[in-house]
């Protein structure tokens, strides 16, 4: 059962994938922390050319089937480039209530 972003616990996770579902290429740079970082597979990326190939130029957006404790979803992710994959995320939040480091990969 898909959980609606708007449902999701944490605040900064819920922005982010709420961000990512609306395609707000305008306001998401606005929620990672400053110096965010992140991984795909296992592999560090460039945060702000993953987001724009994987996400915004992709039209990729996760639904969350499962939530847990600190920040980690399990997702079908859906593009353009890749169809739909079933893909963990793991979120790390600083105590500013940002995100300041994200990892995903298929699951």
Not at 35 to 42: I, K, L, Q, R
Not at 81 to 87: A, V
């Amino acid at each position: 059962m898909t959980i609606r972003s708007t449902r999701l616990g944490d605040p900064a996770v819920r922005a982010f994938v709420t961000a990512v579902d609306h395609h707000d290429r305008d306001g998401f740079p606005a929620l990672p922390a400053s110096g965010a970082t992140m991984a795909d597979d296992g592999g560090e990326r460039d945060l702000t050319e993953w987001i724009d190939r994987e996400i915004f130029s992709s039209h990729g957006h996760p639904e969350a089937d499962d939530e847990s404790g600190g920040g980690l979803l399990l997702a079908r992710h859906r593009d353009d480039t890749w169809g739909e994959l079933r893909t963990r995320w793991s979120f790390t939040v600083d105590d500013d209530g940002r995100i300041s480091r994200f990892e995903t990969g298929e699951a």
